[in-house]
């Protein structure tokens, strides 16, 4: 067997995963979390790590990290959704596994973002 297979495999493979962290998920536009408190037809969701979001919580906002989403994901309300992450990262892989469940991804925002009179920050 040649060793050109198994590096390419191992090429391929990191390629995809490098594609779900890195690349842009298309089609979500940037808002402000802070547009959509109040608004009961628009899911807050916030993806970031617990140790993260508890110091600085979103009022209103939905919480279940991405590690959790695999097996809790039936948890999240059939709403509209704006997603709440700590970077790009998050909030791409966020969006594709989402929309892979179903879910409708309207809009995100990165809490380092300023929003207007408060910057989202932990």
Do not use: Q, W
Not at 9 to 32: D, I, P, Q, W
Not at 71 to 77: C, F, K
Not at 105 to 118: K, N, P, V
């Amino acid at each position: 067997m040649s060793i050109g297979i198994p590096i390419a495999l191992l090429a391929l493979a990191g390629s995809h995963s490098f594609y779900k962290r890195y690349v842009t998920a298309r089609g979500v536009e940037r808002g402000c979390a802070e547009e959509f408190k109040g608004n009961s037809d628009i899911l807050l969701l916030d993806v970031r790590a617990y140790n993260i979001s508890y110091k600085d919580p979103i009022e209103g906002a939905f919480e279940l990290p991405i590690a959790y989403f695999i097996r809790s994901y039936e948890e999240i309300p059939d709403r509209p959704i704006h997603i709440v992450a700590s970077d790009e990262m998050e909030k791409n892989i966020a969006v594709r596994l989402l929309r892979k469940k179903g879910k409708n991804i309207i809009s995100y925002s990165l809490t380092e973002e300023d929003c207007g009179e408060r910057t989202l920050a932990y």
